[in-house]
Protein backbone atom coordinates (compact mmCIF):
# COMPACT_ATOMS: atom_id res chain seq x y z
CA UNK A 1 0.00 0.00 0.00
CA UNK A 2 1.58 3.62 -1.23
CA UNK A 3 1.76 5.88 1.68
CA UNK A 4 -1.00 7.81 0.27
CA UNK A 5 -2.94 5.33 0.25
CA UNK A 6 -2.04 3.77 3.81
CA UNK A 7 -2.74 7.63 5.10
CA UNK A 8 -6.08 7.40 3.68
CA UNK A 9 -6.82 4.09 5.70
CA UNK A 10 -5.20 5.46 8.58
CA UNK A 11 -7.53 8.79 8.31
CA UNK A 12 -10.86 6.55 7.54
CA UNK A 13 -9.77 4.64 10.45
CA UNK A 14 -9.69 7.34 12.80
CA UNK A 15 -12.71 8.70 11.63
CA UNK A 16 -14.85 5.88 12.08
CA UNK A 17 -13.40 4.81 15.60
CA UNK A 18 -14.17 8.63 16.95
CA UNK A 19 -17.49 8.25 15.59
CA UNK A 20 -18.34 5.18 17.66
CA UNK A 21 -16.65 6.40 20.74
CA UNK A 22 -18.41 9.83 20.68
CA UNK A 23 -21.51 9.94 22.99
CA UNK A 24 -24.93 10.33 20.74
CA UNK A 25 -25.43 13.87 21.66
CA UNK A 26 -22.24 14.97 20.12
CA UNK A 27 -22.51 13.64 16.79
CA UNK A 28 -26.35 15.03 16.62
CA UNK A 29 -27.79 15.42 13.34
CA UNK A 30 -30.09 17.82 14.55
CA UNK A 31 -28.21 20.62 13.37
CA UNK A 32 -29.14 24.39 14.80
CA UNK A 33 -26.65 26.26 12.09
CA UNK A 34 -25.22 24.77 9.12
CA UNK A 35 -21.92 23.45 8.33
CA UNK A 36 -19.33 25.12 6.92
CA UNK A 37 -15.80 24.49 5.23
CA UNK A 38 -13.07 26.11 3.85
CA UNK A 39 -11.86 23.10 1.77
CA UNK A 40 -15.15 20.75 1.24
CA UNK A 41 -18.47 19.31 2.15
CA UNK A 42 -20.57 16.01 3.02
CA UNK A 43 -23.88 15.23 4.37
CA UNK A 44 -25.60 12.11 4.29
CA UNK A 45 -28.32 10.53 6.02
CA UNK A 46 -25.55 8.71 9.04
CA UNK A 47 -23.01 10.43 10.88
CA UNK A 48 -20.50 7.21 10.02
CA UNK A 49 -21.22 7.86 6.02
CA UNK A 50 -20.77 12.00 6.50
CA UNK A 51 -17.13 11.33 7.86
CA UNK A 52 -15.72 8.36 6.28
CA UNK A 53 -16.48 10.19 3.12
CA UNK A 54 -15.20 13.71 4.74
CA UNK A 55 -12.01 11.49 5.42
CA UNK A 56 -11.43 10.34 1.59
CA UNK A 57 -11.43 14.41 1.13
CA UNK A 58 -8.68 15.58 3.55
CA UNK A 59 -6.77 12.43 2.28
CA UNK A 60 -6.71 13.82 -1.29
CA UNK A 61 -9.90 12.27 -2.60
CA UNK A 62 -12.55 14.52 -4.28
CA UNK A 63 -15.88 14.07 -4.61
CA UNK A 64 -16.30 10.98 -6.64
CA UNK A 65 -13.61 9.06 -4.51
CA UNK A 66 -15.73 10.42 -1.81
CA UNK A 67 -19.24 9.45 -3.25
CA UNK A 68 -18.32 6.27 -3.43
CA UNK A 69 -17.26 5.46 -0.12
CA UNK A 70 -20.14 7.11 0.93
CA UNK A 71 -22.39 4.77 -0.56
CA UNK A 72 -20.35 1.72 0.55
CA UNK A 73 -20.72 2.90 3.80
CA UNK A 74 -24.57 3.58 3.59
CA UNK A 75 -25.06 0.35 2.83
CA UNK A 76 -23.64 -0.55 5.90
CA UNK A 77 -25.36 1.62 8.11
CA UNK A 78 -28.85 1.95 6.87
CA UNK A 79 -28.84 -1.36 5.41
CA UNK A 80 -32.19 -1.07 4.49
CA UNK A 81 -31.96 2.11 2.49
CA UNK A 82 -29.40 1.31 -0.53
CA UNK A 83 -26.36 -0.66 -1.65
CA UNK A 84 -25.31 -3.14 -3.49
CA UNK A 85 -27.96 -4.83 -4.87
CA UNK A 86 -29.98 -1.27 -5.33
CA UNK A 87 -30.08 1.43 -7.53
CA UNK A 88 -30.44 4.88 -7.82
CA UNK A 89 -29.88 8.51 -10.17
CA UNK A 90 -26.90 10.75 -9.33
CA UNK A 91 -26.09 14.25 -10.96
CA UNK A 92 -22.46 15.03 -10.85
CA UNK A 93 -20.61 18.23 -11.70
CA UNK A 94 -16.84 17.90 -13.27
CA UNK A 95 -15.43 21.02 -12.31
CA UNK A 96 -12.33 20.71 -14.72
CA UNK A 97 -14.45 20.30 -17.96
CA UNK A 98 -17.41 22.77 -16.43
CA UNK A 99 -19.66 19.54 -17.36
CA UNK A 100 -22.92 18.50 -15.17
CA UNK A 101 -23.57 15.32 -16.18
CA UNK A 102 -26.65 12.56 -15.22
CA UNK A 103 -25.46 8.98 -14.21
CA UNK A 104 -28.33 6.31 -14.18
CA UNK A 105 -27.45 3.59 -12.17
CA UNK A 106 -31.13 2.15 -12.46
CA UNK A 107 -30.63 -0.55 -14.66
CA UNK A 108 -33.02 -2.48 -17.19
CA UNK A 109 -35.83 -4.64 -16.50
CA UNK A 110 -34.85 -8.54 -16.43
CA UNK A 111 -34.83 -10.00 -20.27
CA UNK A 112 -37.30 -12.30 -19.27
CA UNK A 113 -39.56 -10.54 -16.91
CA UNK A 114 -43.49 -11.21 -17.35
CA UNK A 115 -45.51 -8.28 -16.19
CA UNK A 116 -48.29 -10.09 -16.26
CA UNK A 117 -47.80 -11.65 -12.65
CA UNK A 118 -47.65 -8.46 -11.25
CA UNK A 119 -51.62 -7.86 -11.77
CA UNK A 120 -54.94 -9.79 -11.72
CA UNK A 121 -56.20 -11.90 -12.44
CA UNK A 122 -52.56 -13.89 -11.57
CA UNK A 123 -52.68 -15.35 -8.24
CA UNK A 124 -50.23 -13.87 -5.79
CA UNK A 125 -49.83 -10.74 -7.94
CA UNK A 126 -49.52 -8.44 -4.66
CA UNK A 127 -47.28 -11.10 -3.79
CA UNK A 128 -45.45 -11.25 -6.74
CA UNK A 129 -44.57 -7.04 -6.42
CA UNK A 130 -42.76 -7.57 -3.23
CA UNK A 131 -40.53 -10.80 -3.54
CA UNK A 132 -38.25 -12.22 -5.82
CA UNK A 133 -39.93 -11.74 -9.16
CA UNK A 134 -39.89 -8.00 -8.43
CA UNK A 135 -36.18 -7.65 -8.19
CA UNK A 136 -34.77 -5.52 -11.58
CA UNK A 137 -30.64 -5.60 -12.01
CA UNK A 138 -29.15 -3.90 -9.57
CA UNK A 139 -26.99 -0.75 -11.11
CA UNK A 140 -25.54 1.03 -8.26
CA UNK A 141 -21.75 -0.48 -8.16
CA UNK A 142 -21.64 -0.12 -11.98
CA UNK A 143 -22.06 3.43 -11.43
CA UNK A 144 -19.80 4.00 -8.62
CA UNK A 145 -17.04 1.63 -10.80
CA UNK A 146 -17.94 4.59 -13.90
CA UNK A 147 -17.26 7.54 -11.32
CA UNK A 148 -14.21 6.24 -9.53
CA UNK A 149 -12.64 5.11 -13.60
CA UNK A 150 -13.85 8.27 -15.29
CA UNK A 151 -13.46 10.61 -12.60
CA UNK A 152 -11.68 9.79 -9.31
CA UNK A 153 -8.18 10.62 -7.92
CA UNK A 154 -7.80 7.39 -5.46
CA UNK A 155 -7.06 3.99 -6.37
CA UNK A 156 -10.93 2.03 -6.55
CA UNK A 157 -9.30 -0.91 -3.98
CA UNK A 158 -9.08 1.48 -1.36
CA UNK A 159 -12.34 3.57 -1.35
CA UNK A 160 -14.05 0.79 0.79
CA UNK A 161 -11.77 0.45 3.80
CA UNK A 162 -14.76 2.83 6.12
CA UNK A 163 -17.07 0.09 4.77
CA UNK A 164 -15.65 -3.36 5.11
CA UNK A 165 -14.16 -1.96 8.68
CA UNK A 166 -17.48 -0.95 9.91
CA UNK A 167 -19.68 -4.12 8.30
CA UNK A 168 -16.83 -6.11 10.17
CA UNK A 169 -16.63 -4.64 13.83
CA UNK A 170 -20.27 -4.35 13.55
CA UNK A 171 -22.95 -1.02 14.00
CA UNK A 172 -24.82 -0.21 17.53
CA UNK A 173 -28.80 -0.43 16.07
CA UNK A 174 -30.82 2.86 16.14
CA UNK A 175 -34.05 3.27 16.88
CA UNK A 176 -35.23 4.27 13.53
CA UNK A 177 -33.48 0.44 11.97
CA UNK A 178 -34.26 -1.09 15.14
CA UNK A 179 -37.50 -0.01 14.27
CA UNK A 180 -37.57 -1.49 10.70
CA UNK A 181 -36.08 -4.80 11.37
CA UNK A 182 -38.73 -5.55 13.41
CA UNK A 183 -41.10 -4.80 11.60
CA UNK A 184 -39.99 -6.58 8.82
CA UNK A 185 -38.42 -9.51 10.10
CA UNK A 186 -41.31 -12.08 9.36
CA UNK A 187 -40.51 -11.85 5.77
CA UNK A 188 -36.72 -11.84 5.68
CA UNK A 189 -35.62 -15.15 4.26
CA UNK A 190 -33.66 -17.77 6.81
CA UNK A 191 -30.08 -16.35 6.26
CA UNK A 192 -31.58 -12.70 6.70
CA UNK A 193 -32.88 -13.70 9.86
CA UNK A 194 -29.82 -15.33 11.25
CA UNK A 195 -27.62 -12.15 10.62
CA UNK A 196 -30.63 -9.79 11.51
CA UNK A 197 -32.04 -11.98 14.56
CA UNK A 198 -30.84 -13.91 17.37
CA UNK A 199 -32.24 -16.84 18.70
CA UNK A 200 -35.15 -16.52 16.29
CA UNK A 201 -36.22 -12.74 17.38
CA UNK A 202 -35.08 -9.69 15.82
CA UNK A 203 -32.14 -7.47 16.77
CA UNK A 204 -33.29 -4.52 18.78
CA UNK A 205 -31.86 -1.05 20.00
CA UNK A 206 -28.56 -1.08 20.87
CA UNK A 207 -27.55 -4.55 20.10
CA UNK A 208 -24.96 -4.90 17.38
CA UNK A 209 -24.79 -5.62 14.04
CA UNK A 210 -22.08 -7.53 12.47
CA UNK A 211 -22.13 -8.15 8.47
CA UNK A 212 -18.92 -10.03 7.94
CA UNK A 213 -20.25 -11.28 4.91
CA UNK A 214 -21.21 -8.15 3.81
CA UNK A 215 -17.65 -7.01 4.30
CA UNK A 216 -16.18 -10.08 2.63
CA UNK A 217 -18.33 -9.07 -0.52
CA UNK A 218 -16.83 -5.83 -0.30
CA UNK A 219 -13.46 -6.89 -0.34
CA UNK A 220 -14.48 -8.65 -3.54
CA UNK A 221 -15.77 -5.19 -5.35
CA UNK A 222 -12.41 -3.97 -3.87
CA UNK A 223 -10.40 -6.11 -5.81
CA UNK A 224 -12.15 -7.27 -8.70
CA UNK A 225 -14.11 -4.28 -9.27
CA UNK A 226 -17.67 -4.05 -10.52
CA UNK A 227 -17.39 -7.26 -12.48
CA UNK A 228 -17.45 -8.90 -8.86
CA UNK A 229 -21.18 -8.29 -9.03
CA UNK A 230 -21.98 -8.31 -12.76
CA UNK A 231 -19.58 -11.48 -13.97
CA UNK A 232 -18.07 -12.67 -11.00
CA UNK A 233 -18.85 -14.35 -7.74
CA UNK A 234 -21.56 -11.83 -6.63
CA UNK A 235 -22.98 -12.19 -9.75
CA UNK A 236 -23.43 -15.94 -9.91
CA UNK A 237 -24.55 -15.73 -6.08
CA UNK A 238 -26.97 -13.55 -7.30
CA UNK A 239 -28.24 -15.77 -10.07
CA UNK A 240 -28.25 -18.93 -8.33
CA UNK A 241 -31.04 -17.25 -4.95
CA UNK A 242 -32.57 -15.61 -8.18
CA UNK A 243 -33.12 -19.09 -9.77
CA UNK A 244 -34.26 -20.71 -6.63
CA UNK A 245 -36.82 -17.84 -5.60
CA UNK A 246 -38.49 -18.31 -9.13
CA UNK A 247 -37.13 -14.59 -9.81
CA UNK A 248 -36.65 -12.90 -13.44
CA UNK A 249 -32.91 -11.76 -13.00
CA UNK A 250 -30.30 -13.70 -14.40
CA UNK A 251 -26.51 -13.26 -14.73
CA UNK A 252 -26.85 -12.35 -18.43
CA UNK A 253 -28.94 -9.47 -17.43
CA UNK A 254 -26.21 -8.59 -15.17
CA UNK A 255 -23.49 -8.88 -17.66
CA UNK A 256 -25.84 -6.70 -19.96
CA UNK A 257 -26.19 -4.10 -17.32
CA UNK A 258 -24.33 -0.29 -18.08
CA UNK A 259 -24.18 2.83 -16.05
CA UNK A 260 -25.57 5.32 -18.43
CA UNK A 261 -24.43 8.85 -18.53
CA UNK A 262 -26.61 10.81 -20.29
CA UNK A 263 -26.93 14.74 -20.85
CA UNK A 264 -28.95 16.60 -18.03
CA UNK A 265 -32.35 18.76 -18.61
CA UNK A 266 -32.57 22.36 -17.07
CA UNK A 267 -34.80 25.50 -16.81
CA UNK A 268 -33.98 28.93 -15.85
CA UNK A 269 -35.79 30.17 -13.10
CA UNK A 270 -35.66 33.63 -12.19
CA UNK A 271 -31.90 34.08 -14.04
CA UNK A 272 -30.28 30.81 -11.76
CA UNK A 273 -30.22 27.55 -14.14
CA UNK A 274 -31.58 24.40 -12.33
CA UNK A 275 -30.16 21.55 -13.36
CA UNK A 276 -31.57 17.89 -12.68
CA UNK A 277 -31.75 14.13 -13.76
CA UNK A 278 -32.95 13.71 -17.53
CA UNK A 279 -35.53 10.48 -19.01
CA UNK A 280 -35.10 8.09 -17.98
CA UNK A 281 -35.37 9.70 -14.72
CA UNK A 282 -39.05 10.84 -14.28
CA UNK A 283 -37.35 14.21 -12.41
CA UNK A 284 -39.20 16.38 -15.17
CA UNK A 285 -41.76 17.87 -13.24
CA UNK A 286 -39.95 18.96 -10.63
CA UNK A 287 -38.78 21.55 -13.07
CA UNK A 288 -42.12 21.77 -14.41
CA UNK A 289 -43.29 22.81 -10.95
CA UNK A 290 -40.57 25.65 -10.76
CA UNK A 291 -41.59 26.65 -14.29
CA UNK A 292 -45.49 27.02 -13.19
CA UNK A 293 -44.65 28.88 -9.91
CA UNK A 294 -42.14 31.49 -11.61
CA UNK A 295 -45.36 32.69 -12.97
CA UNK A 296 -46.38 34.29 -9.55
CA UNK A 297 -44.64 36.69 -7.66
CA UNK A 298 -43.60 34.34 -4.39
CA UNK A 299 -41.57 36.89 -2.38
CA UNK A 300 -45.32 39.27 -2.69
CA UNK A 301 -47.49 36.05 -1.56
CA UNK A 302 -45.29 35.62 1.10
CA UNK A 303 -43.67 32.09 2.36
CA UNK A 304 -46.24 29.35 3.69
CA UNK A 305 -48.86 31.53 3.20
CA UNK A 306 -52.36 30.13 2.22
CA UNK A 307 -52.10 32.23 -1.00
CA UNK A 308 -48.71 30.82 -1.96
CA UNK A 309 -49.21 27.11 -0.56
CA UNK A 310 -52.33 27.07 -2.40
CA UNK A 311 -51.41 27.91 -5.69
CA UNK A 312 -48.08 25.34 -5.10
CA UNK A 313 -50.64 22.48 -4.15
CA UNK A 314 -52.18 23.08 -7.38
CA UNK A 315 -49.13 23.40 -9.58
CA UNK A 316 -47.47 20.21 -8.02
CA UNK A 317 -50.91 18.61 -8.66
CA UNK A 318 -50.57 19.34 -12.59
CA UNK A 319 -47.05 18.42 -12.39
CA UNK A 320 -47.62 14.99 -10.73
CA UNK A 321 -50.28 14.43 -13.76
CA UNK A 322 -47.76 15.40 -16.35
CA UNK A 323 -45.05 12.42 -15.13
CA UNK A 324 -48.03 10.03 -15.39
CA UNK A 325 -49.12 11.00 -19.01
CA UNK A 326 -46.06 11.35 -20.28
CA UNK A 327 -42.54 9.32 -18.71
CA UNK A 328 -40.93 7.50 -21.14
CA UNK A 329 -37.51 5.38 -21.72
CA UNK A 330 -35.97 8.59 -23.76
CA UNK A 331 -35.06 6.34 -26.49
CA UNK A 332 -38.57 4.58 -27.10
CA UNK A 333 -41.24 7.18 -25.86
CA UNK A 334 -39.62 10.05 -24.59
CA UNK A 335 -41.84 13.03 -22.89
CA UNK A 336 -42.27 15.91 -24.94
CA UNK A 337 -40.09 18.25 -22.71
CA UNK A 338 -39.91 21.25 -25.27
CA UNK A 339 -43.59 21.61 -24.43
CA UNK A 340 -43.51 21.02 -20.78
CA UNK A 341 -40.33 22.73 -20.23
CA UNK A 342 -41.75 26.00 -22.37
CA UNK A 343 -42.55 29.25 -20.34
CA UNK A 344 -45.97 29.51 -23.25
CA UNK A 345 -46.51 26.08 -21.63
CA UNK A 346 -46.48 27.26 -18.33
CA UNK A 347 -48.53 30.44 -18.89
CA UNK A 348 -51.41 28.28 -20.59
CA UNK A 349 -51.33 26.16 -17.38
CA UNK A 350 -51.29 29.17 -14.67
CA UNK A 351 -54.43 30.73 -16.56
CA UNK A 352 -56.69 27.90 -16.20
CA UNK A 353 -55.68 27.42 -11.95
CA UNK A 354 -58.45 28.61 -9.64
CA UNK A 355 -56.66 30.78 -7.63
CA UNK A 356 -59.54 30.67 -4.96
CA UNK A 357 -60.58 27.39 -4.84
CA UNK A 358 -58.60 23.33 -4.89
CA UNK A 359 -59.60 21.82 -7.90
CA UNK A 360 -59.83 17.66 -8.16
CA UNK A 361 -57.14 16.01 -9.17
CA UNK A 362 -58.02 13.45 -11.93
CA UNK A 363 -55.35 11.13 -12.73
CA UNK A 364 -54.82 10.07 -17.08
CA UNK A 365 -55.73 6.50 -15.59
CA UNK A 366 -52.16 5.84 -14.41
CA UNK A 367 -51.86 4.91 -10.57
CA UNK A 368 -48.30 5.22 -9.43
CA UNK A 369 -47.07 3.77 -6.20
CA UNK A 370 -44.09 5.38 -4.72
CA UNK A 371 -41.63 4.35 -2.09
CA UNK A 372 -40.26 6.01 0.59
CA UNK A 373 -37.32 3.84 1.03
CA UNK A 374 -34.32 5.88 -0.21
CA UNK A 375 -30.99 7.89 0.92
CA UNK A 376 -29.65 10.97 -0.65
CA UNK A 377 -26.41 12.43 0.02
CA UNK A 378 -24.33 15.70 -1.39
CA UNK A 379 -21.02 16.14 -1.72
CA UNK A 380 -18.37 18.92 -3.03
CA UNK A 381 -14.32 19.23 -3.17
CA UNK A 382 -11.84 22.11 -2.99
CA UNK A 383 -12.05 21.98 -6.95
CA UNK A 384 -15.25 22.27 -6.80
CA UNK A 385 -16.52 18.98 -7.85
CA UNK A 386 -19.81 18.16 -6.98
CA UNK A 387 -22.19 14.51 -6.71
CA UNK A 388 -25.68 14.68 -6.11
CA UNK A 389 -26.79 11.28 -5.50
CA UNK A 390 -30.25 9.65 -4.58
CA UNK A 391 -30.16 5.81 -4.28
CA UNK A 392 -32.32 2.72 -2.90
CA UNK A 393 -33.68 -0.69 -2.75
CA UNK A 394 -37.53 0.41 -3.20
CA UNK A 395 -38.69 -1.15 0.30
CA UNK A 396 -36.96 -1.48 3.06
CA UNK A 397 -34.71 -3.90 2.81
CA UNK A 398 -36.07 -4.13 -0.99
CA UNK A 399 -37.85 -7.66 -1.80
CA UNK A 400 -36.09 -8.81 1.73
CA UNK A 401 -34.38 -11.29 -0.01
CA UNK A 402 -30.52 -11.34 1.15
CA UNK A 403 -28.14 -13.20 -1.15
CA UNK A 404 -26.94 -16.49 0.73
CA UNK A 405 -23.57 -16.12 1.76
CA UNK A 406 -23.07 -12.35 0.80
CA UNK A 407 -25.13 -10.13 3.01
CA UNK A 408 -26.26 -8.39 0.23
CA UNK A 409 -30.34 -7.46 -0.34
CA UNK A 410 -31.88 -7.34 -3.61
CA UNK A 411 -34.28 -4.14 -4.70
CA UNK A 412 -37.79 -4.40 -5.48
CA UNK A 413 -37.89 -2.24 -8.37
CA UNK A 414 -40.24 -3.86 -10.08
CA UNK A 415 -42.90 -3.03 -7.47
CA UNK A 416 -42.45 0.74 -8.58
CA UNK A 417 -43.49 0.15 -12.17
CA UNK A 418 -47.59 0.67 -12.94
CA UNK A 419 -49.20 -2.17 -13.65
CA UNK A 420 -52.51 -0.25 -15.06
CA UNK A 421 -53.62 0.09 -18.16
CA UNK A 422 -51.31 -2.97 -19.77
CA UNK A 423 -48.86 -1.96 -21.50
CA UNK A 424 -48.40 1.83 -20.46
CA UNK A 425 -44.91 3.70 -20.84
CA UNK A 426 -44.39 2.64 -16.98
CA UNK A 427 -45.53 -0.99 -17.31
CA UNK A 428 -42.42 -3.78 -16.59
CA UNK A 429 -41.61 -3.86 -20.22
CA UNK A 430 -39.07 -6.31 -20.85
CA UNK A 431 -35.20 -5.65 -21.40
CA UNK A 432 -35.75 -1.85 -21.62
CA UNK A 433 -34.95 0.62 -19.00
CA UNK A 434 -36.46 1.25 -15.42
CA UNK A 435 -37.88 4.69 -14.82
CA UNK A 436 -36.53 6.30 -11.53
CA UNK A 437 -38.88 9.43 -9.79
CA UNK A 438 -35.69 10.74 -8.09
CA UNK A 439 -34.57 14.09 -8.31
CA UNK A 440 -31.26 15.15 -7.20
CA UNK A 441 -30.39 18.95 -8.51
CA UNK A 442 -27.83 21.43 -9.15
CA UNK A 443 -28.20 25.06 -8.94
CA UNK A 444 -25.89 27.81 -11.10
CA UNK A 445 -25.48 31.00 -10.05
CA UNK A 446 -23.84 33.55 -12.66
CA UNK A 447 -22.55 30.42 -13.95
CA UNK A 448 -20.80 28.53 -11.27
CA UNK A 449 -22.40 25.72 -9.21
CA UNK A 450 -24.65 26.92 -6.29
CA UNK A 451 -26.37 24.77 -4.79
CA UNK A 452 -26.12 21.04 -4.95
CA UNK A 453 -29.74 19.38 -3.44
CA UNK A 454 -31.70 16.08 -2.99
CA UNK A 455 -33.54 14.18 -1.02
CA UNK A 456 -35.73 10.98 -0.42
CA UNK A 457 -39.43 10.32 -0.21
CA UNK A 458 -41.17 8.70 -2.98
CA UNK A 459 -43.87 10.59 -4.38
CA UNK A 460 -42.38 13.94 -2.51
CA UNK A 461 -38.99 13.87 -3.80
CA UNK A 462 -39.96 16.23 -7.20
CA UNK A 463 -42.27 18.06 -4.76
CA UNK A 464 -39.99 18.74 -1.47
CA UNK A 465 -36.67 19.70 -4.35
CA UNK A 466 -38.82 22.76 -5.89
CA UNK A 467 -40.02 24.11 -2.53
CA UNK A 468 -36.41 24.05 -0.89
CA UNK A 469 -35.08 25.90 -4.19
CA UNK A 470 -37.68 28.72 -4.27
CA UNK A 471 -37.18 28.75 0.15
CA UNK A 472 -33.38 29.88 -0.98
CA UNK A 473 -34.40 32.16 -4.48
CA UNK A 474 -37.79 33.70 -3.69
CA UNK A 475 -37.28 34.01 -0.04
CA UNK A 476 -33.56 34.54 0.22
CA UNK A 477 -33.13 31.67 3.08
CA UNK A 478 -30.05 29.87 3.99
CA UNK A 479 -29.60 26.28 3.06
CA UNK A 480 -29.99 25.23 6.86
CA UNK A 481 -33.33 27.24 7.01
CA UNK A 482 -34.45 26.29 3.06
CA UNK A 483 -34.36 22.74 4.04
CA UNK A 484 -35.51 22.84 7.44
CA UNK A 485 -38.85 25.02 6.21
CA UNK A 486 -41.97 23.27 6.57
CA UNK A 487 -43.16 21.67 3.70
CA UNK A 488 -46.33 20.24 1.95
CA UNK A 489 -46.58 17.44 -0.46
CA UNK A 490 -49.86 16.28 -2.87
CA UNK A 491 -50.60 12.39 -2.34
CA UNK A 492 -53.20 10.01 -4.40
CA UNK A 493 -55.89 10.14 -4.33
CA UNK A 494 -56.56 13.63 -3.71
CA UNK A 495 -54.57 14.95 -0.42
CA UNK A 496 -52.32 17.29 0.71
CA UNK A 497 -50.16 16.46 3.46
CA UNK A 498 -49.12 19.28 5.54
CA UNK A 499 -46.48 19.18 7.96
CA UNK A 500 -46.17 20.57 11.29
CA UNK A 501 -44.82 24.67 11.84
CA UNK A 502 -47.44 25.59 8.84
CA UNK A 503 -49.88 28.21 10.69
CA UNK A 504 -52.96 26.91 11.78
CA UNK A 505 -54.94 29.90 10.34
CA UNK A 506 -53.05 29.11 7.28
CA UNK A 507 -54.33 25.28 7.13
CA UNK A 508 -58.04 26.28 7.92
CA UNK A 509 -57.85 28.70 4.59
CA UNK A 510 -56.45 25.84 2.99
CA UNK A 511 -59.45 23.35 4.22
CA UNK A 512 -62.18 26.41 3.06
CA UNK A 513 -60.46 26.65 -0.23
CA UNK A 514 -61.53 22.85 -0.46
CA UNK A 515 -57.86 21.25 -0.12
CA UNK A 516 -58.24 17.90 1.41
CA UNK A 517 -55.54 18.17 3.94
CA UNK A 518 -53.60 15.62 6.17
CA UNK A 519 -51.11 15.95 8.85
CA UNK A 520 -47.74 15.11 8.33
CA UNK A 521 -45.26 14.51 10.75
CA UNK A 522 -41.98 14.86 7.83
CA UNK A 523 -41.75 14.76 4.53
CA UNK A 524 -38.86 13.28 2.60
CA UNK A 525 -35.16 13.75 4.80
CA UNK A 526 -33.10 16.17 2.36
CA UNK A 527 -29.63 16.72 2.14
CA UNK A 528 -27.99 20.34 0.67
CA UNK A 529 -24.95 22.07 0.02
CA UNK A 530 -23.91 25.36 -1.01
CA UNK A 531 -20.87 26.70 -2.59
CA UNK A 532 -19.01 30.41 -2.56
CA UNK A 533 -16.11 31.20 -5.33
CA UNK A 534 -13.82 33.94 -4.78
CA UNK A 535 -13.39 36.82 -7.54
CA UNK A 536 -11.25 33.94 -9.50
CA UNK A 537 -13.80 31.55 -9.14
CA UNK A 538 -12.33 29.53 -6.57
CA UNK A 539 -14.48 27.61 -4.72
CA UNK A 540 -13.79 28.84 -0.82
CA UNK A 541 -16.30 28.57 1.24
CA UNK A 542 -18.94 25.63 1.82
CA UNK A 543 -22.27 25.58 3.54
CA UNK A 544 -24.03 22.43 4.22
CA UNK A 545 -27.01 21.03 6.42
CA UNK A 546 -28.66 17.94 6.88
CA UNK A 547 -32.53 17.37 7.25
CA UNK A 548 -33.60 17.98 10.93
CA UNK A 549 -36.24 15.28 9.91
CA UNK A 550 -33.77 12.65 10.19
CA UNK A 551 -31.04 11.56 11.68
CA UNK A 552 -28.21 12.66 9.33
CA UNK A 553 -25.18 14.92 9.62
CA UNK A 554 -23.48 17.90 7.25
CA UNK A 555 -19.47 18.26 8.35
CA UNK A 556 -16.39 20.68 6.51
CA UNK A 557 -13.25 21.23 6.54
Not at 264 to 285: K, L
Request: proline fraction near 6%; include cysteine.
Amino acid sequence: MSKKHLGLFLVVLLAFSVCKSQKEEEVSPLQLSPAVGANGMVSTAHPLATRSGLAVLRAGGNAFDAAVTIAAMLNVVEPMNSGIGGYGTILIYDAVRNRTRFLDSSGKIPAHVDSDMFRPPTPNYRENRRGAKAVSTPGNVNAWWAMSSGYGRLEWKELFDAAIQAAEDGIKIDERLARVIELTFSEFNPYAQSVYGKKGKPLKEGDVLVQKDLAESFHLIASEGAKAVYNGELGRSIDKMMKEKEGFLTIDDLIADRAEWWDPISIEYRGYEVITASPPSTAFPSLIRLGLMSCFNNPVLGHNTAAYLHRFAEVTKHAYWCRLAFAGDPEINPPPLFRLLNEEYWKEIVDKLDMEEAQPFRPPNIVVKSGDNTTHFVVADKWGNIVSATQTLGNSFGCRIMVDGTGVWLNNSLAYCTFKPKGNPMDAHPGQRKLSGDCPTIVFKEGKPWIAIGTPGGHAIGQTVPQMIMNMIDFKMGIQQAIAAPRIAFVEPDFILVEQGIDPSVIDALVEMGHNIRRATGISNAHGLVIEYDAAGKPVRFVGSADPRGKGLALGY
